[in-house]
């Protein structure tokens, strides 16, 4: 049995290798969902359905434990998978499966409280903000999520998002490295206008941004804090595995990557962030 990672394309590898980082002897199964690359200008159902299917296929791999690396899926589809389709796929394959995603850790790491946490509201107006600004697809800015949950926990913190259309397709292509610093610095810039100033901390809400990362962290003021997200879940799955020892992981260190679009190798962009070539198999 192995680890399930999903994504609409190879945003993800960044939440897979940190995680293959920190269980190097389990085996791993990715999926890449290229053929229907990038999910954040698509409808709710449209992504709850591809998810969905994306989830069965990685099922079918012999994965027991999948996370969504993946932002749109996150905020779009992991709540209706998990309430309303993954009790019927452990009946079906007849074994524990679970469907994780990537924005609760996220979500943990930018406040620095546990997900259980829920604020007292006591009305006392709030003298000092710390303003986080988030980086992300149009379909995760839509959905509003960062700034509900993080609200919730704390009323110090004020949420930005600052929607980055294409931006994922871009990554996806390979697109050269002079284009992508225009693109993010403009959306960098975006929101500095809409705020009145930079944030002070900033999260990649989009996993496709996190192989950008530096560029990201040059556009942006020094000292801006930048939540990584593939540590905040690789440091939430090791206490999900340590809560749950049903879950039957393979200890053979496999390494599967799956994609439903052209199969064989990657952009150079994502051989180079990857650190060696990459070549995906057809699902």
């Known amino acids: 049995m192995a680890i399930g990672v999903f994504d609409s394309g190879v945003g993800g590898l960044t939440v897979h290798r940190e995680l293959t980082r920190r269980f190097p002897e389990r085996d ?3 999926l890449a969902d290229q053929a229907n690359a990038p999910y954040g200008g698509r409808g709710g159902e449209e992504i709850v359905d591809l998810t969905r299917a994306g989830c069965e296929r990685l099922f079918e791999a012999g994965a027991n434990v999948i996370v969504l690396a993946c932002n749109t899926a996150s905020a779009i589809a992991l709540r209706r998978l998990q309430q309303t389709w993954v009790p019927e796929a452990r009946e079906r394959h007849g074994r524990p499966v679970n469907v994780l995603g990537i924005i609760v ?12 946490y829920e604020a007292e509201r006591l009305g006392d107006k709030i003298e000092a903000l710390e303003i986080t600004g988030v980086f992300c697809t149009a379909a995760t800015a839509m959905s509003r999520v960062y700034e ?16 980055c259309p294409g931006l994922a397709g871009l990554i996806e292509l390979g697109a050269p490295a002079e284009e992508l610093d225009v693109v993010v610095r403009d959306h960098v810039d975006a929101l500095r206008r809409r705020i009145g100033r930079h944030p002070d901390k900033a999260i990649l809400g989009c996993t496709h941004y996190e192989i950008v990362a530096d560029v990201f962290a040059s556009a942006l003021p020094d000292g801006t804090a930048l939540i990584h997200q593939p540590s ?23 390494r599967d990557f799956l994609t439903t679009g052209k199969a064989g190798p990657q952009s150079d962009l994502v051989s180079q962030f990857w650190g060696a070539p990459l070549t995906f198999q057809p699902a």
């Open 28 to 30: 791993f199964v990715y």
């Open 148 to 163: 509900i949950e993080i609200d919730k926990r704390r009323e110090d913190l004020a949420v930005f998002s600052e929607p």
């Open 232 to 254: 905040a879940v690789a440091d939430a799955l090791e206490r999900y595995f340590e809560r749950h020892p049903e879950y039957a992981l393979g200890g053979s260190g496999r």
């Open 105 to 116: 850790p996220t979500i943990e790491a930018a406040t620095g409280l546990p997900w259980t």
